[in-house]
Structures are given as structure tokens and as C-alpha cells.
């Protein structure tokens, strides 16, 4: 989808697998991998533009390798891009990773996409004997290669942490001239000045809160971009965040705390920070029209996103429904409300805003 039509907006998923709250049951790694495709398939049909999936190695997660689920999605689906939301790009071989997502554009007929990001966990560092002492200068090596790779067939390079290049052959090349990459930013200033040095877009994850505090965030990764020389149509913002949509915003408040408060608790846990439960009330503060918490009508999903727009003019919005144990009709009646009555008038709305402002 060209720019002009508005901003982008799709889905994206980490396959996390809770149990229900209320059954108490935990569907399997491969059922849970079965509706996150049929959930990519719903949102193809239904003309969402993107779908990601996270990179987590953990078996409370069903998603170890992006490029292999995107692969089988390719396969189920004809227009909506694919990407990684995100891959662990300290603790993978850029080479081996460009040519994965390369395959997979052939695959897609030039769908493929990476968001690259420092993850929220750090199992991969033992797992592919990396040091997180290591963190930063892992991922600032590998953006930089990625990047030339992207850009050349063949490549001599010298790093730190990989084996050198030596004229080396990087095959296949995508079907798209350059793979789109973005790197995905948590609220660090130092990542969002390096993803506008870079030139990528910059994934921003905002699940919860002012959605305001952020546009500092927005402004240093502009004027990093800017004063090293990148156009200003290259940088790309992109929002991601928690969402949940129903009929009315206290249907979709009724019908999601449960999971959205089985998620906290368990997110929490994973982080081994002990901090109760989340109560009615500290759900309904989250979800107030002013935060960046997606629950609510397609209306109030809407003014959110439109809100944060003025913010950020941010070109792509990306939710994450499938949190908490939420069985997979509540998702699928979710999606198909943000794709018939959300994206249509955000479409229009920032459309109409990019056509008077002259961005495309």
C-alpha cells in the first residue's frame, strides 16, 4: 500500500501460550501457531495491511523462527506484507537472517519485511553463546551489516563478533530491491537517534500510558535521521501496541480485563516481579480515552489512534490482540472489527492530513 492511501494498519503477535483464565486450560504450541496463521489469513482477507510475528525462545512462546511461520502465512495469503515484530537481531546472524527473509520476499512476491530489536528477554544470548555484556555492541554490529547486506550481492567485511567476508556471495537476493528494515524501540533515546542514523524506520512500543511522552522519542529520531543526511520520506515511525476491540468500549472492557489481567500477572511473573493482581479499577484508569491502551468501540479505537497521529504522524499502527489466554473467536471478531470499522476512516483521516501536508 503506497503511503498516500493513509497509514498502514495491521496486526502482530509474540505466540504467547497462557492458559485460559477461566478454563484454566493451555492449547499447545502447534494449535496455537494454527490460529495465529488463520488469524493472518482473516486479516489478508479483510484487507489489513501488515502482519508480524515476534521472536521469543522460551516454551511459554510458540514462535522461535519468524521467517518459518511467515513462510507457511506467504503461502495462505496474497497482498498483506509480512514481517518480523521483532527479531532478536543481537543474537542472530545477520547474514543467515537477511538471506531468510530474502527467501521469504521470493517466496511472498515481495512481502517480506524485518523489524529488528533487542528483545524483551535475554535466553537467546546463552542459548547461541553470545555474552549480554555483549548487548549493545552486538546489535549496533549486526544493524550495520544487515544494512550492507541489504544493499550488496556480494560483501567484504570485517566485525567484531561474526567471521570476516571476503567478496562473499549473499543469495539470494529479494524480489523487492531492498529489504524494508525497521528496528523496533522501546523508550531509550540512544535507539531512536541510532534507528534515524541508520535510516530505518522505528517501530515505537507503546503499550500503556501517555502516548505524549514518547514524542521526544519521535523528535530525536528525525533529527538524528535529518543531520545524517537521510531523507525525510526514509524515516518512517511506526506505533505497536495492546489492543481489543468490541461493539462498545464497555464490552470490550467487560470482555477483556480478564485476559488482559491474566497477561500482567503473567508477564510480570516471567520478569520475577511479584506485584498482585491487576484490579477493575487500574484496568479502567489504563484503558481512559487519553492512554495508549487500544480497548475499547471501533469509535474509541479510532480517537486513539487519531490522537496518537497528531503526535507522531506516524505512517503504520500495529496491534497485539492475541494476549492473556484470549481464545481465538474473541480475536477474530477483533480483527474483523479494525479492519472493516477502523482502518476505512483512519485511512481517510490521515490521508486527507497527508494530502494537505504534502508527505507521500
Partial sequence: MHESEGIEIGLYTLGDIVADPFTGKTISAGQRI??????????????????????????????????????????????????????????????????DFATLDLLSDGRAEIIAGRGAFVESFPLFGYDTND??????????????????????????????????EIAPRPLQKELPVWVGVGGTPSSAARAGKSGVGMALAILGGDPARFKPLVDVYHQAGLE??????????????????????????????????????????????????LTRTDFEELTAPETA???????????????????????????????GGLPFEKVAKSIELLATEVAPIVRKATRKDQASTGIH
Fill in 34 to 99: 494454527k490460529e495465529i496463521m488463520a488469524a493472518a489469513q482473516l486479516a489478508d482477507e479483510a484487507g489489513l495491511d501488515i502482519f508480524g510475528v515476534g521472536e521469543h525462545h522460551r516454551l511459554d512462546y510458540a514462535i522461535s523462527s519468524p521467517p518459518v511461520v511467515l513462510a507457511s502465512i506467504a503461502q495462505m495469503t496474497e497482498r498483506i506484507k509480512l514481517t518480523s515484530a521483532t527479531t532478536v537481531l543481537s543474537t542472530i546472524d545477520p547474514v543467515r537472517l537477511f538471506e
Fill in 228 to 277: 545524517a543526511g537521510h531523507d525525510e520520506d526514509d524515516l518512517k515511525v511506526g506505533v505497536t501496541g495492546h489492543a481489543y476491540i468490541a461493539e462498545t468500549t464497555q464490552q470490550a472492557k467487560d470482555e477483556f480485563y480478564p485476559y488482559y489481567s491474566n497477561y500482567w500477572s503473567y508477564v510480570n511473573g516471567q520478569r520475577g516481579m511479584v506485584s498482585g493482581k
Fill in 135 to 168: 548487548y549493545d555492541a552486538l546489535f549496533t554490529e549486526n544493524l550495520d551489516l544487515l544494512l550492507k547486506l541489504n544493499e550488496n550481492e556480494r560483501m567484504t567485511w570485517n566485525g567484531h563478533f561474526r567471521p570476516s567476508l571476503r567478496n562473499a
Fill in 293 to 323: 491502551l487500544f480497548v475499547g468501540s471501533p469509535q474509541q479505537i479510532v480517537e486513539k489512534i487519531l490522537r496518537q497521529y497528531e503526535l507522531f504522524g506516524h505512517r503504520r499502527f500495529m496491534a497485539q490482540m492475541d494476549i
